[in-house]
């Protein structure tokens, strides 16, 4: 039988997420001054897989046994956190708002659920179409006053395949990835980005990064 610090470990896990994704477009506000949103997310890839492989290493995480299960993982990776985050940050640094953006990737969980039932087939109960509309909903109030009605085609763009990107990913991760270590798995997904995006930033992103102690605290904190 699970402990009560156990249970109380597991309780704390989603508003711990909650905290660290919202979050996340605040850091991701605050870098971009400092830095490109590409060569910032590059950073954030190199230093997140090396993070990764001291403690998969440590813990003695067990690797995928083919290729074709580092190919799965590599390519929910680009889905989840090259496309997702790369359209993220160019919107972002195009001038569109933090709020604006939260509130439009705010539509993922929807958009997953659509996705969910013609790929996968799962079914979805009244009770968790209530709690998505809440969510939504919630998103809104929080963002409501930094939603701008006029957006850029561009930023419009670059958050639509952001959406895209993260619906399509998490479902491909749940399909032919939910076996692999979770330890190994960011290894190779953080990897899998940065060799993905190194010549993208040599050939478009020639700014130099500003390497101040707001934009050490963005990073470490994105």
Request: proline share 0%.
């Given at each position: 039988m699970p402990t009560a610090a156990h249970t109380r470990r597991q309780l704390a896990f989603p508003f711990l997420f909650v905290l660290l994704w919202s979050t996340g477009f605040i850091a991701a506000k605050y870098g971009l001054a400092y830095a490109p949103p590409l060569t910032f997310l590059l950073y954030r890839f190199v230093l997140v897989a090396a993070l990764m492989g001291i403690v998969a290493v440590a813990t003695r995480a067990v690797w995928p046994?083919?290729?074709?299960?580092?190919?799965?993982?590599?390519?929910?990776?680009?889905?989840?956190?090259?496309?997702?985050?790369?359209?993220?940050?160019?919107?972002i640094a195009g001038g569109m708002s933090a709020g604006m953006a939260a509130m439009l990737v705010g539509l993922q969980p929807i958009l997953t659920v659509l996705l969910a039932r013609g790929w996968l087939g799962e079914r979805v109960v009244p009770r968790q179409w209530l709690g998505l509309a809440l969510g939504l909903a919630g998103v809104w109030l929080v963002v409501r006053h930094k939603v701008e009605l006029t957006v850029d085609s561009a930023g419009l763009t670059a958050i639509a395949l952001a959406l895209v990107g993260i619906s399509v990913g998490t479902l491909y991760q749940k399909r032919y990835c939910s076996h692999v270590d979770l330890r190994c798995s960011a290894v190779i997904q953080f990897a899998a980005c940065a060799l993905a995006y190194l010549p993208i930033v040599l050939a478009f992103e020639h700014a130099p990064v500003r390497w101040t102690p707001e934009f050490a605290f963005a990073l470490g904190w994105a």
């Open positions: 046994a083919t290729l074709a299960q580092v190919g799965h993982v590599a390519v929910s990776a680009w889905l989840v956190h090259g496309v997702y985050l790369g359209g993220v940050l160019v919107a």
